[in-house]
Nanobody
Framework: QVQLVESGGGLAQPGGSLRLSCTAS????????MRWYRQAPGKERELVAT???????NYAESVKDRFTISRDNAKNTVYLQMTSLKPEDTAVYYC?????????WGQGTQVTVSS
């Protein structure tokens, strides 16, 4: 298992930017894939972005060209750089680690986009 702690959420204006961080309790070098999910009030949790061990990235259509996922294994940290934020990006953002036989989740960080 691995413990994940997200940070960097907060309030942003439409068109603004935020960078989320997810720090793991151990090395992320061997973790198959790291993902960011989000859950808006009254909606199901949705996959936002994935980064593999080889740093291959995939994105939901709704965030493509606006969000960038990256990982720094030396710091045991995964990032989600969010730009051109929209009110519909408002949600709790969760970090996820694919450990093969199981997943680990962070506690989430709130992102609110509002003027």
């Amino acid at each position: 298992q691995v413990q994940l702690v997200e940070s960097g959420g907060g309030l942003a204006q439409p068109g603004g930017s935020l960078r989320l961080s997810c720090t793991a309790s151990r090395s992320t070098f061997s973790i198959n894939a790291m993902r960011w999910y989000r859950q808006a009030p009254g909606k199901e949790r949705e996959l936002v972005a994935t980064i593999s061990r080889s740093h291959r990235q995939n994105y939901a259509e709704s965030v493509k060209d606006r969000f960038t996922i990256s990982r720094d294994n030396a710091k045991n940290t995964v990032y989600l750089q969010m730009t051109s934020l929209k009110p519909e990006d408002t949600a709790v953002y969760y970090c996820n680690a694919d450990l093969g036989r199981s997943d680990s989740w962070g506690q989430g960080t709130q992102v609110t986009v509002s003027s």
